[in-house]
């Protein structure tokens, strides 16, 4: 990438060329760096006929809404939050495949902008894609390895024009573009479009995204507190993924059957190839006594996945 600010003194210019006066735009605002800086470079284009919109699909982290209404309102864009939970959970009833839960959950956020876009009067769809997301989602010459929901997840027949000022940048890029536009918390980890259905590893229902939501937040809290004391250092995504298996545990003198949990920790540069860090075993013991406690009759098994990418994905789906 050129530097930030040439790359800026081009993407701006480009934009307000794509989305001509007196046309508007939305900005799909999931809360992570890539979203954001799009907003961001989109706010400075065209000013207040953008509009960042945050769905909530009731597939996010913890305190995810809170966090993501501060940093657009701290960066100057204007944004709103969209209700729709109950939506996404319905579609997702009964699915189980991996790439079918992408698509879904892509064509779902599509409709739910499309509505949305209507209010509005806009005719753009503004998305943070960026170059791995095409490049894992095949076409052309290119395998899948998997659909990302901004980009396998469109449907054909959607009525708003797509604009992705992003999508020839890695994520180092993104984080450097937001270090130069002030956009807070540039290393913050990635967080998969999808949302917390691709770490529900089979169905997607409220009550086990609830578990997973409560997994993945000890794991991001307990990495953090190993960061802040110098045990580790700082990796690139982690996380925990609820697992579609049951397995055998005790509480007290009382035998139990409850979920199994995987927690990764990984470390990369552009998510194109990622290594499983090594964690010494005091974390991982934290961790996995967190999430039994916290989801005690819930989790009886936690377990550490050590495989690379490739063979494996950074997320299990």
């Known amino acids: 990438?050129?530097?930030?600010?040439?790359?800026?003194?081009?993407?701006?210019?480009?934009?307000?060329?794509?989305?001509?006066?007196?046309?508007?735009?939305?900005?799909?605002?999931?809360?992570?760096?890539?979203?954001?800086?799009?907003?961001?470079?989109?706010?400075?284009?065209?000013?207040?006929?953008?509009?960042?919109?945050?769905?909530?699909?009731?597939?996010?982290?913890?305190?995810?809404?809170?966090?993501?209404?501060?940093?657009?309102?701290?960066?100057?864009?204007?944004?709103?939050?969209?209700?729709?939970?109950?939506?996404?959970?319905?579609?997702?009833?009964?699915?189980?495949?991996?790439?079918?839960?992408?698509?879904?959950?892509?064509?779902?956020?599509?409709?739910?902008?499309?509505?949305?876009?209507?209010?509005?009067?806009?005719?753009?769809?503004?998305?943070?894609?960026?170059?791995?997301?095409?490049?894992?989602?095949?076409?052309?010459?290119?395998?899948?390895?998997?659909?990302?929901?901004?980009?396998?997840?469109?449907?054909?027949?959607?009525?708003?024009?797509?604009?992705?000022?992003?999508?020839?940048?890695y994520k180092d890029e993104v984080r450097a573009l937001a270090r130069h536009l002030n956009v807070p918390q540039p290393e913050r980890q990635p967080f998969p479009g999808p949302g917390l259905a691709v770490r529900v590893v089979g169905e997607v229902t409220p009550e086990r995204t609830e578990t997973t939501r409560v997994a993945c937040a000890v794991v991001e809290e307990e990495v953090e507190r190993a960061v802040s004391e110098g045990k580790i250092p700082r990796p690139w995504q982690y996380f925990a993924s609820l697992l579609p298996v049951r397995t055998v545990g005790v509480i007290g003198d009382a035998r139990t059957y409850g979920d199994a949990v995987s927690v990764r920790i990984v470390e990369s540069i552009d998510a194109m190839t990622a290594t499983s860090l090594a964690v010494p075993t005091e974390v991982l013991r934290r961790i996995s006594e967190r999430i039994t406690r916290e989801l005690s009759g819930k989790v009886t098994r936690v377990l550490y996945d050590v495989t690379d990418k490739p063979p494996a994905t950074i997320e299990w789906e």
């Open 1 to 169: 990438m050129k530097d930030p600010k040439r790359f800026l003194e081009e993407a701006v210019p480009k934009v307000r060329s794509q989305v001509p006066e007196p046309k508007r735009a939305i900005v799909a605002a999931s809360g992570g760096i890539d979203s954001t800086v799009a907003a961001v470079v989109v706010a400075r284009a065209i000013g207040d006929r953008a509009t960042a919109l945050f769905v909530d699909n009731g597939l996010l982290r913890k305190g995810e809404i809170e966090r993501t209404e501060e940093v657009l309102s701290g960066a100057g864009v204007k944004h709103r939050v969209v209700p729709a939970a109950p939506r996404f959970f319905s579609a997702l009833k009964g699915v189980a495949d991996p790439e079918r839960k992408r698509k879904i959950v892509g064509e779902t956020f599509v409709r739910v902008f499309e509505e949305e876009a209507k209010a509005l009067q806009a005719d753009y769809l503004v998305q943070g894609t960026i170059a791995p997301d095409w490049i894992e989602s095949g076409g052309s010459l290119r395998d899948t390895i998997k659909t990302h929901h901004n980009v396998g997840g469109l449907p054909a027949d959607m009525h708003l024009k797509v604009v992705e000022p992003l999508r020839d940048l």
